[in-house]
């Protein structure tokens, strides 16, 4: 089977999209699949991991050029990536966001020329069984859609997020966009031969919105924790000298850990917490997670670490007493962070600050996980670390329930249903 996949993100990028793609890509080339992986050229971004790059499997590897924001900014400050970073970093949200509200469908449409040229050129040189493409951006799943109707091939679109469904966070701005972006959705699934979604949620939504009859043309690729991450991990453990809460990856949007930090202020006051607690934050994180927690009160509590390696992000990760995960509650109910899976596998205690009714708690409830509550609940909040500072010593068991959600296994799963597509 020979693939055309096409994914924006891509090694030395790091981050959740990228490990997707990444792990995606190579599970698929050892079921069998040839795959050549169509993705840009260098542009400005919050995480870059180049160790993931000798875990890549493709077959072949074209890059090119783009006309969007993060690209441009890149040309613009050439090799000098600390200054582009810097812009990037201290740009208010507000901002960023005005200017994604600028361009049609989503702000790396700038892509989608180099997308046809490329994709074109490759396609006329050879032979190929299907198209892949991983999103978002949306706008590289229109590429995508145009190349398979011009050569008459299956169209696979992975979902990694809702699109037009996104409910929480305005990312499209005009009615006019919000009507182009939510016509070209529905031409795409129509014209899917496979949809395959990061959780139950994405699908179930898409078919109720869409079409019903998209159930048959439905796969759940969870993103799941790979098994050979653990094995040659090195062991490490909480410090004695400190009770640290540790939080992984991004926030944005709506997501916060204000109330978090009022929740650890009113028990601090109230003689409720550990007098060593300490916050760890690993991530790139923008200048209004700075402002929170210079207005949090317990400041002196927080630390930031830049983002590190997939693999050493593991590592701190089995050195905190409990992770923090976040979702807020207006967030769809398919909602779920990839990073809920390896926290999972490294049986850690999670705060869980996620909706009680969505995706995300009852995989958490499925594996074992108590402590849940609202982000935006103090009182809530405060109940559940309780629970976690009285659990401290005890030890957490390894969730039957999380073997199906384990990577290799379910791409292998994902390769026999492209298999079909193919026939």
Known sequence: MKILYISYFYPPLGGPAVLRNLKTVRYLSEAGAQITLLTIDEIEYAYWDPSLLELCREHKLIRTPSWDPMALLRKLFGNNKAASNAVYKKSPERLKLLVRHLYPIDEKIGWLPHLLKAG??????????????????????????????????????????????????????????????????????????LIISATKGIGEDLAKHFDPTLKDRLFTLFNGHDEEDFQDLPPSKPSSDFFTLSYFGN?????????????????????????????????????????????????????VYNQLSHHDALIKMQEADALILIINSSSPKGTLTSKIFEYLRLTRPILALVPKHGEAADLLTECGIKSICPMESISAIKECLSQIFDARDQKIELSPALARYERKHQVYELYRRLDQCCL
């Open 251 to 303: 926030i944005y949007a709506r997501r916060s850990l204000k109330q978090l930090y009022q929740a650890i202020e009113e028990m601090d006051r109230e003689k409720l917490i550990p007098k060593n607690l300490r916050i760890h934050l690993y991530g790139s994180f923008n200048r209004e997670v700075d402002q929170e927690i210079q207005a949090s009160g317990i400041q002196k509590r927080i630390s």
């Open 120 to 193: 074109r050129q490759t396609l006329r040189n050879e032979n190929y069984d299907l198209i892949f493409v991983s999103c978002g951006p949306f706008s590289s799943t229109i590429g995508a859609y145009k190349l398979a109707t011009e050569f008459s091939l299956p169209l696979v679109v992975d979902y990694r997020d809702y699109w037009t469904l996104l409910s929480d966070y305005d990312l499209m701005g005009s009615a006019l966009n919000r009507y182009i972006s939510r016509s070209w959705e529905k031409r795409i699934l129509r014209k899917a031969a």
